[in-house]
Nanobody, 121 residues
Framework: QVQLVESGGGLVQAGGSLRLSCAAS????????MGWYRQTPWKQRELVAG???????NYADSVKDRFTISRDNAKKTVYLQMNSLKPEDTAVYYC???????????????WGQGTQVTVSS
């Protein structure tokens, strides 16, 4: 069984910073791509940032130059450093990872439970 556990969300004023973490645990053979998504009640879940195993990153245009995604493969953890936060960044943030549990199993997509980020104006 694989679990993704997020932490680091909360309430922050506009212009502030937060750092999200997501740790994978359980039966894990390898982790390829990892990423962060966000969702609000009025928008579909959208990709915020993604990172491959070798560190190649991609970002939504709305967060470029403000957010930074990184990962620690030894700790099976992905991070999202969020700076210059805006009220429109308010959302539930979800971690995602593509994981192979054992060599005989296919790659599966896993989601964390979500962490609320609220940015006040």
């Amino acid at each position: 069984q694989v679990q993704l556990v997020e932490s680091g969300g909360g309430l922050v004023q506009a212009g502030g910073s937060l750092r999200l973490s997501c740790a994978a645990s359980g039966t894990i053979f390898s982790i390829s791509a990892m990423g962060w998504y966000r969702q609000t009640p009025w928008k579909q879940r959208e990709l915020v940032a993604g990172i491959t195993r070798d560190g190649t990153t991609n970002y939504a245009d709305s967060v470029k130059d403000r957010f930074t995604i990184s990962r620690d493969n030894a700790k099976k953890t992905v991070y999202l450093q969020m700076n210059s936060l805006k009220p429109e960044d308010t959302a539930v943030y979800y971690c995602n990872a593509d994981i192979i549990s054992t060599p005989s199993m296919a790659l599966r997509h896993y989601w964390g439970q979500g962490t609320q980020v609220t940015v006040s104006s």
